[in-house]
């Protein structure tokens, strides 16, 4: 899988890299806009990695070339702006996602790990891991072949450990990914604790493995070791 | 007071004040001056009288004419030196009594005294005074009005392009234009106070495109170290082997990082609504937010088995920013969720232009008068800002909507009016 980071900080590009490589994916940079339109037009990727504010243009305008020149490429937008207009218009000149900074590495790549499999296994969208199977279109569960009844934050807890396998979550990361715009809600960090024993209970009650392991003091592990 | 009733009420008072006292010494002068040409008349009449009296006494002897002069017998005892004196004497032509001024001479002529009484008659002397006053009255009336309507004349003329720059400063947007074209007015201090004007316009114009695009970056500028520092967090979390103590560290970098994170985004809020950056104005449901975020309040009030209950009785409409009313409602629901207790209650209800949401929570009224203020916090949790509330008031006052808050029943009452 290929992917474009268009960001001119090179601290948060270099960063972005080096999570995503280790996810296997193969990643390419551009600093500046003319870069990105460069890159963009010469070769294919499956995803773009937009930032907005760019030294030498507007990112959105990429987006608008990137479907002018029908490039089938997922685009996330990645956006220092707040207001939900901005971000409506990222969606409206055709991003299929967006991000606001910052963000956390684990949540961009559940992002970018969701809209490849929306874009690459159109109306299949499955996920296997040992015994568990993710029907992501349908947002069901099975473990051992029996459904698993999960809340809508379970399962959103789950895909989201799915996505970042073998990786430390923080606890605010996890919250910040459930919640979104409510995450600043102190309260909400002692319940990531409950929706996390919660999963962890379901899981092992279908007769699957105990996969998530607490990192005493910073988060938890979604691990097979 | 307008200026022009202003200089019209000091020239009016002024003139009046001179007139009075003007008129006053005018009578007093008229008087005095009139006074005196009727002694020294009457005294070259009595000078003629005597004359001819000594050349030929027995002439007058017995002449009497009331009113002009009368001629009586004197003696020695009652001589006296001649003296003026007003009197009133029966005019019979007309059977009036009218004012005269007469002077007495005593005279002796061949050894005999006599008295002699010369009059004049006042009442000429006296109209004349009258109709003088009048005249002069009836013309300090027409020159003051004259005054007031010249002055109204001059005013509505001289200040006209006063009242120009007037309404062009009323119509003035700082944020569409980038000057005042001020037309050249034939008055040098006007022109002088549209250059000035323009000078300021233009001062003004820059601080608040500074400050507009200082704010538009900083949420920019600031947040990018932030992520920078947020991600690279990150990656020193999953490089193992970390002992606890070190992850412990990382994490809490990570946590000042986002609070200072939060801390830039809802500062750069409360500085855009202060410099007045949300002018949109769109039609929004209060509903429609409510239950765009009821959902996540819901799962979250769940598991501290908060009772949740949204009652609407009212479909609420109001113009305002999209984000601002969302930011508006949100705020006040997660504090409703955030200040509970264990197994409490969040009733939210709409009615009528209102919406009410009360909450349980500590049993302890809130100080009213405080509770909108920057950076005040009543419960002890580390990681509320304390500004969720002030940035609640600030787009209540920008929209004029009404927040009030109580304690009734063992709830925390929060009424918002529309």
């Known amino acids: ?225 | 007071m307008k200026l022009l009733n202003r200089t019209s009420y000091i020239l009016i008072t002024t003139i009046l004040f001179v007139v009075f006292f003007g008129s006053i010494a005018f009578y007093i002068i008229l008087k005095s001056t009139t006074d005196k040409e009727i002694k020294k008349e009457l005294n070259s009449r009595m000078e003629y009288v005597i004359h001819e009296f000594r050349l030929n006494p027995t002439v007058f002897g017995s002449l009497s004419l009331p009113g002009y002069i009368t001629v009586e017998e004197g003696s020695p005892e009652t001589k006296s030196m001649p003296f003026f004196r007003d009197t009133i004497l029966l005019d019979e032509l007309d059977n009036s009594y009218k004012q005269y001024k007469s002077l007495t001479a005593d005279v002796e002529v061949n050894s005999e005294f006599y008295r002699i009484n010369v009059y004049k008659s006042l009442s000429v002397s006296n109209q004349l005074i009258e109709r003088i006053t009048l005249i002069v009255t009836i013309i300090i009336i027409v020159f003051i009005l004259f005054i007031y309507l010249l002055n109204r004349f001059i005013f509505e003329r001289v200040w006209a392009d006063f009242f120009v720059t007037i309404d062009k400063l009323k119509s003035y947007n700082v944020d569409l234009d980038s000057s005042i074209h001020f037309e050249a007015s034939e008055i040098a201090e006007f022109n002088l106070l549209n250059s000035a004007l323009n000078q300021m316009i233009v001062n003004l114009r820059e601080d608040y495109l500074n400050v507009k695009e200082f704010t538009g970056n900083i949420s920019h500028e600031i947040q990018t170290p932030l992520s920078i520092i947020r991600l690279k967090c990150e990656l020193l979390l999953q490089s193992m082997p970390l002992s606890n103590k070190q992850a412990e560290l990382i994490r809490d970098i990570q946590k000042t990082n986002s609070r200072l994170s939060r801390l830039n985004k809802t500062l750069v809020l409360l500085t855009k609504i202060d410099n007045k950056q949300f002018p949109q104005k769109e039609k929004i449901s209060v509903d429609e937010i409510i239950r765009r975020h009821l959902e996540d309040f819901t799962s979250l009030a769940t598991l501290r088995n908060i009772e949740l209950k949204y009652s609407k009785n009212a479909d609420i409409y109001v113009f305002g920013d999209a984000t601002l009313i969302d930011v508006l409602l949100v705020n006040l629901i997660k504090n409703a969720v955030l200040h509970n207790i264990d197994n409490g209650k969040i009733f939210i209800e709409t009615k009528d232009n209102e919406i009410i949401i009360s909450n349980t929570g500590e049993e302890k009224e809130l100080q009213a008068k405080k509770i909108f203020d920057r950076y005040t916090k009543f419960s002890g949790k580390n990681d509320s800002l304390g500004l969720g509330l002030s940035l609640v008031k600030k787009i209540c006052d920008l929209y004029r909507f009404k927040i009030s808050y109580k304690y009734e029943n063992n709830l925390h009452i929060f009424s918002l009016l529309f």
């Open chain 1, 1 to 225: 899988m290929k992917i474009l980071i268009v960001e001119d900080e090179i601290a948060l590009q270099e960063s972005i890299n080096s999570y995503l490589k280790v996810e296997g994916y193969n990643c390419e940079s551009a600093l500046t806009f003319n870069e990105g339109q460069e890159k963009i037009c010469m070769y294919p990727y499956d995803c773009l990695l937009i930032d907005v504010n760019l030294p030498d243009g507007n990112g959105l305008d990429l987006i608008k070339l990137a479907k002018s020149q029908n490039v089938t490429a997922g685009i996330i937008v990645i956006s220092a702006r707040e207001t939900i207009d901005d971000r409506i218009t990222g969606l409206n000149f055709g991003a299929d996602d967006y991000i606001v900074k910052p963000f956390h590495l684990s949540e961009l790549n559940a992002r970018i790990y969701s809209l490849l499999r929306r874009i690459h296994f159109k109306g299949e969208d499955q996920i296997v891991f040992n015994e568990i199977e993710v029907n992501a279109t349908e947002r069901l569960v099975m473990i051992n072949n029996s459904p698993l009844d999960l809340t809508k934050k379970e399962y959103d807890l789950l895909l989201y450990f799915l996505s970042n396998k073998n990786r430390v979550l923080t606890k605010e990361s996890i919250c910040e990914y459930l919640w979104g715009d409510h995450a600043d809600n102190a309260g909400t960090l002692d319940f990531v604790y409950t929706h996390i024993k919660n999963l962890r209970k379901k899981m092992i009650d279908k007769g699957g493995q105990n996969y998530i392991h607490t990192m005493y003091g910073v988060g938890y592990k979604f691990t097979t070791k």
